[in-house]
């Protein structure tokens, strides 16, 4: 690719190999490999799979889940690809422009710059509102079922009522609504900084958990205890306290934070899990029915 042909003589050129014309480095390309561990910590995408009606469905939903991730995440990078050619310089070049805006600018300059079909780009505008309706109304349920079931019904007030239940969802929902405007008002917030926040804090304080739990007998409460705390603890301290000369460990290293909360996290499971009582008897003879099967 010519430099002088891509930017303009500027000297830095656009390439699928660099990043900002500088070559992707070990712990940048790790930290980028490491979101994939966010999967199995994230509750609205594993009630889908609680959702399911039977055991014999399993098998269907995992091939379809695989298939749908690979479509989506390869088609998010083509596009993404494709905006920073076609939108250079807007976007990143000298002329500024926010990055998180590549789809949309895309799309407004093709069907009303480009070609006159406004009509056609506001359909696939509709599409980014639809897949951010999908994923927020996901989250405001399972948050609701979490508080009022999980928390209040089981801990708070075990003889609470069905309508009490309720209630307490419905409360839950507007407060997390009301606190996700609060944050979203905020110009200075970016949506893909809150997403990477939230990934991995939810990766490393619950993925660790689910995939041990699912594989090895011996977890136990302990060790679920202590991956939860640890691996959210890891997330916060590693991204918002600044430790390294008035910096963040993330701004220090570059290093994505649910990498090394993840492996925190488990470490902390297996080592409180061997360190105290084993589980039941009868959770192990459950445990190993489900696996024979």
Request: proline letters at 3%; one cysteine or more.
């Amino acid at each position: 690719m010519n430099q002088s042909g891509v930017a303009g003589g500027s000297g830095s050129y656009l390439s699928l190999f660099s990043n900002g014309g500088k070559p992707y480095t070990f712990i940048e390309i790790f930290s980028q490999v490491a979101w994939a561990f966010g999967y199995f910590g994230m509750p609205h995408i594993l009630v889908r799979f609680m959702a399911v009606k039977n055991t014999h469905e399993l098998k269907k939903s995992r091939v379809i889940a695989i298939v749908w991730v690979a479509l989506s995440l390869t088609a998010a990078c083509v596009i993404g690809v494709l905006g920073r050619a076609y939108l250079y310089p807007t976007i990143l070049g000298e002329d500024g422009g926010s990055t998180e805006n590549v789809f949309i600018e895309m799309i407004t300059k093709i069907f009303t710059v480009d070609h006159a079909l406004p009509f056609i780009g506001g359909l696939f505008l509709c599409g980014v509102l639809a897949a951010i309706m999908s994923t927020a109304d996901s989250q405001l349920l399972v948050t609701a079922s979490s508080v009022s079931e999980d928390l209040y019904h089981n801990f708070i007030n075990k003889k609470a009522d069905d309508r009490t239940i309720l209630r307490i969802s419905r409360i839950t929902v507007i407060v997390v609504a009301a606190l996700a405007f609060v944050i979203a008002w905020d110009p200075n917030s970016s949506i893909m900084g809150l997403v990477s926040n939230a990934w991995a804090g939810f990766g490393s304080a619950f993925g660790p958990l689910v995939l041990l739990s699912l594989f090895w007998r011996r977890t136990n409460f302990a060790g679920a205890l202590a991956g939860i705390i640890s691996g959210a603890l890891t997330v916060i301290i590693w991204d918002y306290i600044p430790l390294a000369g008035g910096q963040t460990l993330y701004a220090y290293t570059g290093l994505y934070s649910l990498a090394l909360g993840f492996v925190i996290s488990a470490l902390m499971i297996v080592v409180f899990s061997l360190a105290t009582k084993a589980p039941s008897q009868e959770i192990l003879d459950e445990f190993d029915q489900v696996a024979a099967k």
